[in-house]
């Protein structure tokens, strides 16, 4: 698997699964019926932030993630970001291999901490490999997404100094 | 004091001491060279969103708020806002009036909850403020503020149920 810098001609392989995960609306308080520019719009990020691509070993594009300045002005020492993987692809390191890469960009960056806003609680896939990597919760706002099966559920704010 | 929605018309008499706050960058992770055109697309909402303004005796701009949705998709259950006061109108219940003319807006609007993001610790002031007012801190994001004078501090989230 190779990690690489995303280019506008990967769009059409990432929406597909991107527009999967968003449209079941159990990780990510996105927009549900955001359409493909939009999508694009809000995953392809230009310099000085970067969208990057997970490729498997037949060239297919199995995951990506968005790396970002968290806040501006007096915020802007810490990174954070997003990451999507095809969920036909989950569970062969696609995810960590994303966040393993980001975490080098932000470090790269000269970066001091990398944040997450909103991780959701029930997404525990994704905090373990969080935690397994060194980020920590550092609080909660109860109830503040609508999971479609669980509920109303909590979003952690996740930290790691880099 | 009188709280009312703003207008286009209001922005000269917001936009210096909002200058000085954002520029003094104590208590805002907003960019610090944000100018008077920035400065009022980034603070004066459209609705379904909201811009306020309190107005003193006199009929002088003292302050100003901003309140919308936090996240959109399955977040868009919970508002947050934001509250400037010139600073030589300060400790006069200008900042509590505003505040708690956000949260009727938001109960009006059918909002669950209310939540900041990041609520900079050393403002000591805003925090006893909030929470007087139910909100309790539920994390804080460690050394994610480089304050001008206190160096890296802490960006608090905060929720109050509506």
Redesign the interface.
């Known amino acids: 698997m190779l990690i690489r810098d995303a280019t506008a001609e990967d769009w059409p392989a990432i929406w597909p699964f991107f527009h999967r995960i ?1 449209a079941a ?1 159990e990780t ?5 019926d955001l359409d493909a520019e939009q999508g694009r719009a809000w995953w392809l990020l230009a310099p000085p932030d970067r969208t990057a691509v997970a490729v498997d070993d037949a060239g297919l594009v199995v995951g990506t993630a968005k790396m970002n300045v ?9 990174a954070s970001a997003s990451y999507m993987v095809d969920p036909d692809r989950q569970a062969r390191g696609v995810g960590r291999a994303l966040c393993e890469d980001s975490l080098r960009w932000a470090r790269a960056q000269g970066f ?2 990398m ?1 997450f ?2 991780v959701v609680e029930t997404n525990i896939y994704a905090v373990k490999l969080y935690e397994s990597l060194g980020f920590r ?12 099966t669980e509920g109303l559920v909590g ?1 952690h ?1 996740m ?1 790691v ?1 880099l």
């Open positions: 968003v609306g990510y308080p996105y927009p549900l968290n806040r501006p002005g007096n915020g802007d020492h810490v001091a901490a944040e806003n909103a919760i550092t609080g909660t706002q109860p109830r503040a997404f609508r999971h479609p979003l704010c930290h100094d």
